[in-house]
């Protein structure tokens, strides 16, 4: 039986019942995920920090859409590095995660292979997939993107948004079509 697939004997994945009892404000649930190195990741291993957030899959074959996210965060990510090496962090802290909303095609091996470049200069960023309903559908809702099924060349229309987690997960400041930059990300931050 797959990670998606249940019948009615089997009780929901405990994934389901976080994602059934989530209400909107409230912070995004302690799910389990297997991050680019096929190891287990929850997202609780971030709730102190600032989290931003971008939803991808590795396919896309839209230039201003998955691809730019990357490249705007892998941006966010460098210019927070700046920053702690200035030690101008106020005591804040900020990770990057990268969620595939396809996870049948983006395995670790491939969210690995994909992320390679941006993770040498930024090893901390984690890319992450999990159960194929959570980060297909119910993941992509939580952050506001609509994301529809897989055309016949395997591309998937979808919305482009980039969130801003504050420490506790919960929802800062979203940005739809990459439309943000370092500075915006910084003064979010330093609120």
Same mark, same amino acid.
Request: glycine share 8%.
């Given at each position: 039986?797959?990670?998606?697939?249940?019948?009615? %004997?089997?009780?929901?994945?405990?994934?389901? &019942?976080?994602?059934?009892?989530?209400?909107?404000?409230?912070?995004?649930?302690?799910?389990?995920?297997?991050?680019?190195?096929?190891?287990?990741?929850?997202?609780?291993?971030?709730?102190?920090?600032?989290?931003?957030?971008?939803? #991808?899959?590795?396919?896309?074959?839209? +230039?201003?859409?998955?691809?730019?996210?990357?490249?705007?965060?892998?941006?966010?990510?460098?210019?927070?590095?700046?920053?702690?090496?200035?030690?101008?962090?106020?005591?804040?802290?900020? &990770?990057?995660?990268?969620?595939?909303?396809?996870?049948?095609?983006?395995? +670790?091996?491939?969210?690995?292979?994909?992320?390679?470049?941006?993770?040498?200069?930024?090893?901390?960023?984690?890319?992450?997939?999990?159960?194929?309903?959570?980060?297909?559908?119910?993941?992509?809702?939580?952050?506001?993107?609509?994301?529809?099924?897989?055309?016949?060349?395997?591309? #998937? %229309?979808?919305?482009?948004?980039?969130?801003?987690?504050?420490?506790?997960?919960?929802?800062?400041?979203?940005?739809? *079509?990459?439309?943000?930059?370092? *500075?915006?990300?910084? %003064?979010?931050?330093?609120?």
């Amino acid at each position: 039986m797959s990670a998606s697939t249940t019948s009615a %004997a089997t009780p929901p994945a405990f994934w389901r &019942r976080l994602a059934d009892g989530w209400v909107v404000g409230n912070p995004i649930p302690d799910f389990r995920l297997t991050n680019q190195d096929g190891q287990p990741f929850q997202l609780a291993e971030l709730r102190g920090d600032h989290v931003l957030v971008g939803l #991808i899959f590795t396919n896309c074959s839209v +230039p201003e859409a998955c691809a730019r996210t990357t490249d705007r965060m892998f941006d966010v990510g460098k210019r927070w590095k700046e920053r702690v090496a200035a030690g101008k962090t106020n005591g804040a802290s900020l &990770r990057l995660l990268t969620l595939t909303f396809d996870p049948d095609e983006d395995t +670790p091996e491939v969210l690995k292979a994909h992320s390679e470049g941006v993770r040498s200069e930024l090893p901390e960023w984690v890319w992450a997939t999990g159960p194929t309903e959570l980060m297909e559908k119910r993941l992509p809702a939580m952050f506001g993107v609509a994301a529809g099924n897989k055309d016949d060349n395997g591309a #998937i %229309a979808h919305t482009v948004k980039a969130v801003l987690l504050g420490p506790g997960l919960r929802v800062l400041k979203t940005w739809t *079509d990459n439309a943000f930059t370092p *500075d915006d990300v910084m %003064a979010v931050i330093d609120r």
